[in-house]
């Protein structure tokens, strides 16, 4: 599997780490879409597009390729890259209350492996300025750990999220 990454200023720090991290400790390929130097003047969509267009063309070609893009908030990196077809972005800035949740199927709901597992999330957003580099190592990790269940109510949704626009 390849992995996209893409910051603007905001995430270029945690990029380069997790971009490292993902390479070298988890062992997958990677590949850096920029930002690639810190420019406090930058803008995120054209650098999050670049790994959007990537992602949504290897997704169009059957490869099960995933995305992280980190701004400050993740917000906009997530609103950027849900604009490309195939694209299902999910976000993250920090951990929910700590309150257990079930979800269905009476299993407990790790939030960031649902969106794995229930919505075969394929581009995961973080939140720099809200999250530890130990809190999103640990995230990264389990997200790509994560495969998506295949069940058929996860199936339908995700087709008619596809098929929106």
């Known amino acids: 599997m390849k992995v996209y990454f893409a910051a603007d200023h905001a995430g270029f720090d945690l990029k380069n780490r997790l971009l490292s991290f993902v390479r070298d ?14 420019d406090q003047g930058d803008d995120y969509p054209g650098i999050m597009a670049r790994a959007a ?15 992280i893009l980190i701004g400050a908030s993740g917000q ?30 009476a299993k407990e709901l790790d939030m960031i492996g649902s969106t794995r597992k229930h919505n075969n999330a394929n581009a995961l957003c973080l939140g720099a300025r809200f999250i530890s580099n130990t809190d999103a190592e640990a995230v990264v990790q389990n997200w790509l750990s994560e495969s998506f269940s295949g069940e058929e109510r996860h199936v339908r949704r995700i087709e008619a999220l596809d098929s929106i626009g």
């Open 25 to 38: 400790t988890l062992g997958y390929q990677v590949e850096d879409c920029g930002a690639f130097e810190l």
């Open 53 to 67: 267009t990537s992602l949504s063309a290897d997704v169009k070609a059957g490869l099960d390729n995933r995305a």
């Open 76 to 105: 906009g990196e997530a609103m950027a890259a849900n604009r490309f077809k195939q694209i299902r972005a999910a976000l993250y800035y920090g951990a929910p209350l700590e309150v257990t949740q079930i979800d269905a199927d």
